[in-house]
């Protein structure tokens, strides 16, 4: 199983970027899939997720308006759009898959280490 992450970099605030995703040795379609991240000294955060059975998206409130999930199953592959960038969007963001739709669809988003997670990927958002 891998999951790559991809786009990320240094961005000004009230710019935009689109973090990729790359999906492997799993039925992709199958999994709810979704994007984290942790900030220096912070805790991981759920901020965006797409489920598996009807594609419907959940965002943490921190993000909600300003970034948009998508998945593209014929290519594996789930993208994170980020637009109006704020210095406190600085993180290492992960993409994560998991088989069970509850976990985006109920409360906060939360997936468990058993899920399958990418090795992350920094976002720098300067003010």
């Known amino acids: 199983v891998q999951l790559v992450e991809s786009g990320g970099g240094l961005v000004q605030a009230g710019g935009s970027l689109t973090l990729s995703c790359a999906a492997s040795g799993f039925r992709f379609e199958g999994y709810a899939m979704a994007w984290f991240r942790q900030a220096p000294g912070k805790e991981r955060e759920g901020i965006s997720c797409?489920?598996?059975?009807?594609?419907?998206?959940h965002y943490a409130d921190s993000v909600k308006g300003r970034f948009a999930i998508t998945r593209r199953n014929s290519d594996h592959a789930v993208f994170l759009r980020m637009n109006s960038l704020k210095p406190e969007d600085t993180a290492v963001y992960y993409c994560a898959a998991t088989l069970y739709d509850s976990s985006c669809k109920y409360g906060p988003i939360r997936f468990v280490p058993s899920d399958y997670w990418g090795q992350g990927i920094q976002v720098t958002v300067s003010a």
């Open positions: 797409i489920t598996s059975d009807d594609g419907s998206t």
